[in-house]
């Protein structure tokens, strides 16, 4: 067994559902969850209820992290718009001055060229990142899943990969035009990624992240219809899952989890009828170690950038400065993931049983 220790590790897309929806999850839980997986710092996600559109919200996030001592670190993302509906700019100044790690919709694409526009010339003013769930809802209509066996098979309503492409592009669009700093959240295509990597080379402010998920599974491994394996965006098609982990390994995408808990009875429905997302915070670290490190040939060095570096810079510098615990890994013998012993209240995992190569804990 060998153990390294690295810079804290920093996860810049976590759902807590507190307030709101604590059935799923809790500040506490949540966590316990990423002192578990490793992670220093976490970026929760504002599509609780209330949605953390307001300076009030911000600081209730922030004393909940508080309140559970200090590592990991618990980052407050504010809504880009009033109750995440997509028609006004929320009060961005305001919310950045109360602490917002970064202004975001997630779970909810801002439709809107005009609103988007706003805000992000808006953010740019305040030298804020605009992160972007880039899924166009008009584009995905009732879609469930990528086309893949499993779909064809059972009858399921596709999502297009356009869906996604051109949220992607019209959102690099508004970068250059407003010269906003643009967070791409959850990639799942290769041509979306494609447009990151010229975005990148145009000079443009632009970066994304890929999930474990994503970088493990695709849409043609899926065989029955278990909706641990439904999330938005959907897993993508193995070329799709090819060229992620090649734009991980050159440093063109960074990693998170979109960790989602659900209870069970939201995740027992199938494919048509349950909720989107799985857990991530606890698996996160081995999953992706596994995959670009011993599997893609990825360097310690690049992937841990990819975990630290990367996502830190997301922040202001405020708050990246406070990200001071490490992150210890322990490379040897398969261990087995057991849902049964997770820190987090809900258990919607694909992973249960698997065996991975390596285990993160915090070092406080």
Sequence with gaps: MKRFEFPG???VHVHFRDPGFTEAETVTSGLTAASRGGFAAVVTMPNTNPACDSE?????QASLGESFGGAPLLLASACITQFRAGEKVADLERLAEAGAAFFTDDGSYVCSDAVMEEA????????????DHALDPRIVGAGVIRDCPLARRL??????AE????AVRRDISLCRETGCRLHIQHISTAQAVSLVRDAQKEGLPVTAEATPHHLLFACDDIEVDDA??????PLGCKEDRAELRKAVKEGVLMFATDHAPHPAHTKSLGFAKSAN??????????????????EEGMSIDDWVKAWHDMPLSLLPPSLASRVVART???IGENQKIDISTFASLSRNCPYDGMPFNAKAYLVK
Excluded: Q
């Design 9 to 11: 590790f920093v996860d």
């Design 56 to 60: 009030e919200t911000i600081r209730h």
């Design 120 to 131: 992000m010339r808006r953010s740019a003013e305040l030298c804020m990142v605009v992160s």
């Design 155 to 160: 009858g399921l309503e596709i999502i297009p």
């Design 163 to 166: 869906a996604e492409i051109a």
């Design 228 to 233: 641990n394996f439904k999330m938005a965006p």
């Design 277 to 294: 997302g799985i857990l991530g915070l606890e698996t996160a670290v081995a999953v992706t170690y596994t995959v670009m490190v011993e």
């Design 328 to 330: 210890a890994i322990e």
